[in-house]
């Protein structure tokens, strides 16, 4: 699995897109083999052919799960093969099917050739399939060759290979959740300590100008999306700042996280009511996504500071420091969970 981050396109800093991509190998089970027999009957001397056709070839198949989000579960280079075909037995019995496998794939996957380039599908619905590679025709037994001339022919065919094709999946990634808060509050830092993205960080404000992404692995093959934006400050809903275009990139995310740090101008309260606010301001709808409160950087304040601090916060906000790790497994699995719930709510 890669992430391509492409550099913004056109200038504006809206344009940057993030790719989930991955190349798989899909294999169609073979067809089964059709055989030859004949009938054994006590009274009968010569009997007739009676060899079935075989079974066809088990498809692989793409299925979208809305409960994931990225491709992650795909190794780059990955083979899946579907089951072959049964061959046929006496007494013309035809052969079981090969079973087909199931892939599962996020909402939003499009699925092209990875040799022509060609587009075979763009899976965005939940339950929607694809049959990536069809599996192959069955061969035929010697009763299916049974002519009035013919009547004890020899042969019977092989059941066909399945198709096989080198699928490219690609993921435009949409968050699941976004980091949000005043410029310096730690943002990028947390979101470089929970995932493998490694943004900008430093001590002056503005540091991030695009959003970027991470993608965050919990344990049992779970994984989420996070997504670090530009600071925010006092009329960015009027456009000061950075502003808040950036915001559509969290539309579509369920959950915002307020980084609140300790040790700024503001009082991270005042950060909360600050950031809030404008978000609101911008757009009212906003207030239905889930809101997990962080105090961050807490290794920089004393106990009281910090008691203080987090006594003045809605309930349930969590002390967290990149610096020292502290709290940063509390906020991944209350930020986990929350993301396990709404992703069934899906379902
Ligand atoms: N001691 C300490 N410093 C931290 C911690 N987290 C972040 N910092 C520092 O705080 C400063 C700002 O961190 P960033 O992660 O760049 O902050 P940001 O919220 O992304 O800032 P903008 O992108 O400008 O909005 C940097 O100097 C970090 O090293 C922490 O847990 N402990
Ligand atoms: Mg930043």
Redesign the pocket.
Known sequence: MIIVIEPPKGGTGLGTRFIDLVTIEVHGGRGGDGIVSFRREAHVPRGGPNGGDGGAGGDVVLVVDPKLATLADFRNGAIFRAEKGVSGGPNNRTGRRGESAFLKVPPGTVVCDADTGAELGDLTLNGQKLVAARGGQPGKGNASFATPRIRAPRNATRGEPGEFRRLRLELNLIADAGLI?V???????LLATVSAARPR???Y????LNPALGMVKMDRGFSFVLA?L??LIEGASQGIGLGLQFLRHVERTSILIY?LGTGLELTPLQQYLTVREEVLTYKPELERLLEIVVL??V??AGKAEMDEALASLPEGALPV???TGQGIDVFLRKLSDSVRKLREGLE
Do not use: E, M, Q
């Open positions: 808060g410029p310096n509050a730690g943002k990028s830092t960080i430093a001590d404000p503005f540091t991030t670090d530009p600071g980084v961050s950087r290794d920089l420091s990149a610096a």
